[in-house]
């Protein structure tokens, strides 16, 4: 069933691509597509595929940067909202990575024993939300690949609240269940 969802991303992908005029590139017909996002200006797209992060720029057709990673099978990844770094989650010895989009280079990892299945980026542009496959989320400085908090609150897509003080994740408990986490008290 999971791979199903993902094969429609992958598809919806692609016809977006072609909708905007973006022929894909070869590896995108080879390689499996499991996250993108658009930058918060609309002017680039990241493309998460095996341990790279391409980022396509939509008004040249091209992609302009390949970012990599310890991580493999990407996930997940999100832009920074301002737009200057991106970050990823799959598997691998880094669960999570996030990169400075204009250098390339890597500003940190965090660790995670299994694969990471969704990041989200605060609007406050340091806190990150990651879900995993043991059904935990996690809150980690994006800065400095901290751990801040975490819970076993099942999910694997989460999503911050506008203020940024709250989470909501679904449930992968078997209620099909939508869950509140208040950040800033640590409650469910």
Do not use: C
Request: glycine share 12%.
């Amino acid at each position: 069933m999971m791979h199903l969802h993902y094969r429609k991303i992958f598809l919806s992908f692609l016809l977006l691509l072609l909708f905007i005029g973006i022929t894909p590139p070869a590896a995108a017909q080879v390689s499996l597509i499991y996250g993108l996002d658009w930058s918060p200006d609309g002017s680039m797209i990241a493309v998460g595929r095996a341990n790279t992060v391409e980022v396509l720029d939509t008004a040249t057709k091209a992609i302009i940067k390949t970012l990599t990673s310890e991580v493999y099978g990407i996930y997940s990844v999100d832009w920074s909202p301002d737009g200057t770094q991106i970050a990823a989650g799959g598997t691998g010895t880094s669960g999570t990575t996030v990169w400075d989009v204009n250098t390339g280079q890597i500003v940190a990892t965090e660790p995670y024993p299994g694969p990471t299945l969704n990041v989200k980026w605060n609007s406050d542009n340091i806190q990150i939300a990651t879900t995993g496959i043991d059904n935990s989320i996690g809150i980690w400085n994006g800065q400095t690949g901290q751990r801040i908090t975490s819970a076993l609150i099942g999910g694997s897509v989460a999503d911050w609240s506008p203020d940024g003080t709250k989470i909501v994740v679904n449930g992968n408990d078997g209620t099909n269940r939508a869950y509140v986490a208040d950040i800033s008290s640590n409650t469910v």
